[in-house]
């Protein structure tokens, strides 16, 4: 059974006149890593709200279709119960912490489930080690910079141990050092544990290589969905204003030129070996 | 306009004997000192008051802090004197309820410098203050440099576009900090429903039962603070009910 599926999904805000979402149709297996992208405004946020029971019990409006995640009917389930299940970062991290300090934020989700006292304290000290930000624990959110924040919200999220963790922009504060070491620590954690992560980004260039499968939305409608390769080397996507990256632009050249690579490469790295293979060769 | 007097609403964690108190101890040093300065309106007695609570503050490492917030409270201590003393012509009368307010003042200064709100809020709500109440008041600490950042970035951006503040009468003065106050509003508002929605995606009450990271718990020395203050108390009280014989004129 997927872990999320969603069918025929349509949503209006009630203060939109337009569909936010039109038509999508999905499924995500469990232990999946799943990037969606597309251009300003198409719905990811949307989507992301959809995931997590936000849309339709928090943002009111005319809701089609259904949307199941975890085996719960979203339409049925309010978020507070579905959080358990599905952890969502939001894009600006300031407005999801609300305590003095960086513990107690994390602690924030685990004191609400009524866990016992060993039991979060437990969470939380994996949490902020798993996300490097240990020394930072007693400082107040205002005191730290934005990329801190947006990892002191990522803990946040993985301490209540969800088994579908969904991010949307995640590092909009990060500079692509520490992007990368996002999207590392997202790796370990989907690999490891086995968590499913949707990730909303923008900066394909960095985290192509490490997503299963990209999904592609237009205008509130699902465009594209597949694996990496396929949907970034399609000319589909370029239409869209969607930035691929720069390897498969190079890939894509090379081919133009009458060099073709083995398949097309997803990180600097791969490309560096594809060449070096090609020029052995 | 320069918002700095906002700073000294912010709690700075530091370490000492009287941060490490316990908050319902340490409020219960100011209600015993709050007590006793209603007790008396003559100077002298007023006077002992703060050289008892002087020694607390030199203990906490606050004293910068802690005169700062009675230069900022003097005004209206002036205030007080001038209106007693035109009313009654009591001089030492007037002065020593000038005094009392300050030491009021100074006593719970004390609390509030050495008391994170973190820990206010977890002894409200230990005391049994519904926690949509006590993690209301955290979070609107926690959002006060937040919105602070936010209006002076405002009045810059308003002032760049030609907005003077310090210009005309006073309804002019007034209304000319509109441009200020709508867009501060209106970010609030929108703020507020991002951490609507950043709350319920956190399990904010799927449990009856809430369970807390931190507990705080008397100790040996927070009892024992308890026990001096009232002590204290009572023993004011004691020397009070003598002071209205003449055995004790100098009081007077
Ligand atoms: N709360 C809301 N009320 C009404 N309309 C909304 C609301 N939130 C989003 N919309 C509209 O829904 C559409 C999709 O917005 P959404 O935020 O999902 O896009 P997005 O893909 O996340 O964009 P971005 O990359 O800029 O974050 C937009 O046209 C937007 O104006
Ligand atoms: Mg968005």
């Not at chain 1, 902020?128 to 205002?142: D, F, K, N, S, W």
């Not at chain 2, 308890?226 to 003449?246: C, D, E, T």
């Amino acid at each position: 059974m997927p872990i999320i599926e969603a069918k025929n999904l349509f949503f209006r805000y009630a203060a939109a006149e337009k569909y936010a979402i039109r038509n999508v149709s999905l499924s995500i297996r469990r232990g999946e890593f799943v990037l969606l992208t597309g251009p300003s405004g198409c719905g990811k946020t949307t989507l992301c709200r959809c995931f997590n029971g936000l849309i339709p019990h928090f943002h009111r409006g005319v809701f089609e279709g259904e949307v199941w995640v975890c085996g719960y009917s979203v339409a049925e389930t309010p978020p507070n119960k579905l959080s358990k299940h599905v952890g969502l970062v939001f894009q600006n991290p300031e407005n999801q912490l609300f305590c003095l300090s960086v513990e107690k934020d994390v602690a924030f989700g685990l004191e609400n489930m009524g866990l016992p006292e060993a039991e979060i304290r437990r969470r939380v000290e994996w949490a902020l080690r798993v996300t490097g930000i240990e020394e930072l624990r007693h400082r107040a959110p205002h005191e730290l910079s934005g990329g801190q924040q947006q990892k002191a919200a990522i803990a946040s999220v993985l301490a209540m141990e969800p088994e579908v963790v969904v991010l949307d922009e995640p590092t909009s504060f990060l500079d692509p050092r520490s992007a990368l070491e996002l999207f590392d620590l997202l790796k370990r954690i989907n690999e490891d544990l086995g968590v499913t992560i949707v990730l909303v980004e923008h900066r394909l260039d960095l985290c192509a290589s490490i997503a299963q499968r990209v999904l592609a939305m237009v205008d509130g409608e699902l465009a594209l969905d597949g694996s990496p390769a396929e949907v970034l080397c399609g000319e589909a996507i370029r239409l869209f204003g969607v930035g691929v990256p720069k390897s498969i632009r190079l890939y894509q050249l090379l081919l133009e030129a009458g060099v073709e690579l083995e398949h097309p490469p997803l990180s600097a790295e791969e490309l560096a070996d594809l060449v070096r293979q090609k020029i052995c060769q | 306009m320069s918002l700095s007097f906002l700073e000294g609403l912010q709690f700075r964690r530091m370490d000492s004997p009287i941060h490490r108190l316990d908050p319902r101890a340490k409020f219960v040093i100011a209600l015993s000192i709050l007590g006793y300065a209603m007790l008396f309106t003559e100077v002298i007695p007023l006077i002992v008051g703060f050289a008892i609570l002087l020694p607390l503050v030199f203990a906490a490492k606050v004293f910068r802090m802690w005169v700062r917030t009675i230069k900022g409270v003097l005004v209206l201590a002036i205030l007080i004197f001038a209106i007693n003393w035109l009313v009654t012509p009591d001089l030492a009368m007037a002065v020593g309820l000038a005094l009392r307010f300050v030491l009021l003042v100074a006593a719970f200064s004390l609390f509030f410098l050495t008391t994170s709100p973190d820990d206010l809020g977890l002894a409200l709500e230990q005391s049994g203050v519904p926690y949509e109440l006590t993690f209301a008041f955290t979070t609107a600490i926690r959002f006060v440099p937040v919105l602070c950042r936010e209006a002076q970035t405002i009045v810059d951006a308003q002032r760049s576009r030609g907005l003077e503040l310090e210009r005309g009468g006073l309804l002019k003065r007034i209304r000319n900090y509109l441009p200020i106050l709508v867009p501060l509003v209106v970010g609030a508002i929108r703020r507020s429903v991002d951490l609507a929605e950043a709350m319920e995606s956190r399990a904010w009450g799927v449990s009856e039962k809430r369970t807390s990271l931190y507990r705080l718990k008397m100790r040996g020395r927070d009892y024992l603070a308890i026990l001096l203050s009232a002590a204290f108390f009572l023993l004011a009280m004691y020397v009070k009910l003598l002071s209205n014989q003449p055995l004790l004129p100098w009081l007077l």
